[in-house]
Structures are given as C-alpha cells and as structure tokens.
T-cell receptor, first 112, second 113 residues
Framework: GEDVEQSLFLSVREGDSSVINCTYTDSSSTYLYWYKQEPGAGLQLLTYIFSNMDMKQDQRLTVLLNKKDKHLSLRIADTQTGDSAIYFCAETSNQAGTALIFGKGTTLSVSS | DSGVTQTPKHLITATGQRVTLRCSPRSGDLSVYWYQQSLDQGLQFLIQYYNGEERAKGNILERFSAQQFPDLHSELNLSSLELGDSALYFC????????????FGPGTRLTVL
C-alpha cells in the first residue's frame, strides 16, 4: 500500500543545518511536497519538487530527491528558532485522484 | 495566508450530534479537498471535489458527507458524531485538481464530548 515514512523528532542548535528525511512508496508520484505546521496553525506549503528533478534550492531550503531509493530530504540551512515546527512530507496518491498521502511528520526543535 | 478560509475555527459538540464545516477555496481554484488530522491516524484524505462534482474518495466514513456548491465553496457534514471524530479538519484547494499544488486552510478543530 501507499505509505510515507519520516523520523518523528529532530533536535538541532540555532545556526546549524537541519536535515529531515522521508521515504515514499509510489514511484509514479509527479510531485513530492514539504509542508510545515506550526503549533495551532494550518499546513503551510514550503516547497515541492517535480519527480524528474534531483535537487531544488529555494533560499535556505534544499530538497534532494533520490528516485531509485524513493528517498526525499529537506535541508534547512542556518536553522532558526522560528523554524521549530512539524514538517510533513507528502506524495500524490495513485489510488485517490490527486490526494496527498502524508507522513506522520517530523517535529523539529531548535534550541538557542 | 493561503487564501483558503474555513469556518468555524473551533467547534465543540456532543456525541450523536451533526455539524457542518465550511470552506472557501482560493480565488480561481476549482478543486477542494478535505483532510482529517488526528493524533492516532495522522493526516488522512477524506474526499475531493472539482467544479461541483466528486472526483475522489479516501477514508471517509459513511456518516460523513460533503458537497461543493456552484460558487465553489464546500461543506463537510459530519453526523452521529462519536468521540473518535474529534480532530482537526482541513480543507485545501487547487487550481485544476490534477497534479497541482494544494493550499491548505487554517482548519476547524472539532471536539466531541
């Protein structure tokens, strides 16, 4: 079945780089997404990568895609306390239109 | 601000009751999705509409139903509520509903007592 796996917690110091990893199952996903959820808030689209790309950079964010291993990562450079949140990896379902299949989310804790 | 609005922000009700959650998509978006976020199940897709028609169904219970109106706003109806229905319900919208980016609203937190 479809499943997206993420580690549950990551703790870093302010100024360090954070790397959040994700594995997905559907090799036919057209896009893969990263969303951010702050406490009590909705899901904010951070970035996405088209499946024929290996890498995408957007300011402090770098997304790496390894299609062979079905592995996606999000690197946040110069992590700030404001980056503390839950980060969700998502792929497009192949069984339900273009619905998103989400991982359980990685809680990023940034200490000063 | 994603441009997707949801009302109400919070809803507290009792078991057995029925509630309606409302969503207005971003201007120009034709497709609306509903998701449920709970501690045990995580984020799960419920149902998708495109221009008033149901397009895809996920793990939506028979007690739940939805529709999308001609002005493109959508409503999610939850009936015979159970304690386990307590969750955050998100609406998302996208332009075409086909492999395009989904933008999420702030969610409605439902508490069933």
């Amino acid at each position: 079945g479809e499943d997206v796996e993420q580690s549950l917690f990551l703790s870093v110091r302010e100024g360090d780089s954070s790397v959040i990893n994700c594995t997905y199952t559907d090799s036919s996903s057209t896009y893969l997404y990263w969303y951010k959820q702050e406490p009590g808030a909705g899901l904010q689209l951070l970035t996405y990568i088209f499946s024929n790309m290996d890498m995408k950079q957007d300011q402090r964010l770098t997304v790496l895609l390894n299609k062979k291993d079905k592995h996606l990562s999000l690197r946040i450079a110069d992590t700030q306390t404001g980056d503390s949140a839950i980060y969700f990896c998502a792929e497009t379902s192949n069984q339900a239109g273009t619905a998103l299949i989400f991982g359980k989310g990685t809680t990023l804790s940034v200490s000063s | 601000d994603s441009g997707v609005t949801q009302t109400p922000k919070h809803l507290i009700t009792a078991t057995g009751q029925r509630v309606t959650l409302r969503c207005s998509p971003r201007s120009g978006d034709l497709s609306v999705y509903w998701y449920q976020q709970s501690l045990d199940q995580g984020l799960q897709f419920l149902i998708q509409y495109y221009n008033g028609e149901e397009r895809a169904k996920g793990n939506i219970l028979e007690r739940f139903s939805a529709q999308q109106f001609p002005d493109l706003h959508s409503e999610l109806n939850l009936s015979s509520l159970e304690l386990g229905d307590s969750a955050l319900y998100f609406c998302a919208s996208s332009l075409t509903g086909v492999a395009d980016t989904q933008y999420f609203g702030p969610g409605t937190r439902l508490t069933v007592l």
